[in-house]
C-alpha cells in the first residue's frame, strides 16, 4: 500500500508500505493493505512504518487518512525518530505544562493528557 508523510515543513516519506504503526488519539493502530477507510487524530509518538524499508517518525499530533489503498499521514511535526532532539521534545513539554497549569476542567484532562503523552514519547525515543 502506499504512505505518505507530510508536515508543514516538507514531504517526508511517500513509500510503498506492508504495515503503519499509527499513534492515533484512541490508541496505536496498524493499517495495512484493504484496511476501511478511516480519519483519525493523531497523538505525540512514533509512527512506525514496515515494507521494503523500515522506518521510524516522531509526530506530535495530526491527521490520519486511511483507505484500502494507502496511508497519508499530515503531521502537525514530524521527523525521522534519529533526528529527534531533547530540545525540540523539552520545547513542546514546557508549553503543554503552561498550558496545563492554566486550564480547567476537560481542557485541564486534555492538556495533562498531551503532557503524558509527549513524557511518554520522550522516553520512548530515549532522550
Known sequence: MQFDLVSPERRLASIEATSVLIPGAEGDMTVMADHAPVISTLRPGILKVEG??????VVTGGFAEINAG???VLAEMAV??????AEMIDG???AARTAAGNA???IKDMADKQVADL???KAAVGL
Open 70 to 72: 494507502g496511508v497519508t
Open 80 to 85: 525521522p525518530a534519529g533526528e529527534a532532539k
Open 119 to 121: 513524557e511518554a514519547l
Open 52 to 57: 521494503a524499508e523500515n522506518a521510524d517518525y
Open 104 to 106: 480547567d476542567g476537560a
Open 92 to 94: 513542546l513539554l514546557d
